[in-house]
């Protein structure tokens, strides 16, 4: 038996160590634990590394939405499908700002503004540091989505007071080839490296229910967990359904006892990053999101709508982490 998966059954999982040079056969050892153990190994280092009743909530706004150029098959917003999204141009700061400050008063720690574009243009970054530094100035953490960026771009951004930049792996790079064409990649791990360079704190995820094997959604796993450094929030969103996107044709998504093993095997191979339980929540029960709190997951978007699709609404939220007895307390 693997080295780790052994060392962990004798002594409670008490020896979590940051690690970047992880095997996809570790990752899936851990994965296939009986569940029982691999839920007790994700709990121990989840409680080493973090308040087990508390978790953070972040909020999302598309400030440009549909109309982008790349054609990653599970999304509404790109351009090569007829998805019905209507494109929209790049809002103003003031709107931005008030959305900000509605979902900080609806219990959001974090802002999350999100472009659908391949990588931001010069004027158009201009105005997101204006919005970033605006919405700094409310007393919340800030975190971007813009695509792909230079180092010069990232530096921008953090000099405009950003502190997280969310650029998804989205998948394997076995899988990759499948569901995205117009990039590859290493694109996104080069931008996730100018980000770091620039200082910014990273914020990197992926996909599943696309029509991947386990072995992809563990792979996806391994590229983030061999980063240099661990993104310091890692999202991992469940394909929201969206009409017209080639993903409709391949997607199964995992049932909640395989989704919660994929969520407790993020949990022990990045100890100390945030695990968000992102897109897909509108599809689990109480229960299965429970089962997913149990394994390590210490993040949530509120709001009814994350950027195109459905979140679940902010009563039954409240009203779950309520029964839970976590806490959701912004920062
Ligand atoms: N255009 C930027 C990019 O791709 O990085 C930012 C926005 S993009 C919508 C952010 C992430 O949302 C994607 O990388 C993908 O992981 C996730 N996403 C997009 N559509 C989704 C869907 N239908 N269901 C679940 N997650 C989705
Ligand atoms: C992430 O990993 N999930 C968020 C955020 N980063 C930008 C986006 C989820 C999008 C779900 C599909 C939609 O609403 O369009
Ligand atoms: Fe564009 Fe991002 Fe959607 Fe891909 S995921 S089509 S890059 S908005």
């Not at 105005?127 to 007393?139: E, H, I, R, Y």
């Not at 391994?222 to 661990?230: D, F, I, P, R, S």
Request: with cysteine; charged share 20%.
């Amino acid at each position: 038996m693997d080295a780790a998966v052994e060392g962990e059954r004798n002594d409670g999982a008490s020896r979590a160590s940051i690690r970047s040079d992880w095997e996809l056969a570790e990752a899936a050892a851990l994965h296939d634990l009986p569940f029982s153990d691999l839920m007790f190994q994700a709990q121990c280092v989840h409680r080493e590394n973090f308040d087990p009743n508390h978790i953070e909530t972040a909020s999302l706004l598309s400030i440009k939405t549909g109309g982008c150029p790349e054609d990653c098959g599970y999304c509404s917003q790109s351009a090569h499908y007829e998805t019905g999204l209507k494109a929209t141009r790049l809002m103003d700061r003031a709107n931005v700002v008030a959305a900000a400050q509605r979902a900080k008063a609806a219990g959001a720690a974090r802002f999350c503004m999100a472009a659908a574009w391949r990588s931001p243009k010069g004027r158009d970054l201009d105005t997101v540091c204006d919005m970033v530094s605006a919405v700094k100035d409310l007393g919340m953490e800030t975190c971007a989505t813009l695509g792909m960026l230079t180092f010069k771009q990232a530096t921008q951004l953090a000099n405009a007071g950003l502190d997280f930049y969310n650029h998804n792996v989205d998948t394997s790079a076995e899988f990759y080839g499948k569901i995205i064409s117009t990039r590859a990649l290493q694109d996104r791990i080069d931008t996730l490296g100018h980000a770091r360079r620039a200082g910014l704190k990273l914020c990197s995820g992926g996909i599943v229910g696309m029509g991947e094997c386990t072995a992809d959604r563990l792979g996806m796993l391994v590229v983030l967990a061999n980063l240099e450094k661990h993104p310091e929030s890692v999202p991992i969103n469940l394909w929201n359904e969206v009409k017209g996107v080639p993903v409709n044709d391949t997607a199964e998504r995992p049932d909640p006892i395989a989704f919660a093993r994929l969520v407790a095997t993020a949990r022990i191979m990045m100890p100390k990053s945030v695990v968000r339980l992102s897109a897909g929540r509108q599809y689990m029960t109480d229960e299965a999101q429970a089962l997913c709190f149990l394994a390590g997951a210490n993040s949530i978007f509120i709001g009814d709508v994350l950027l195109t699709t459905k979140n679940p609404q902010a009563d039954c939220d409240a009203n779950l982490l309520g029964r839970l007895g976590i806490k959701s307390s912004a920062k």
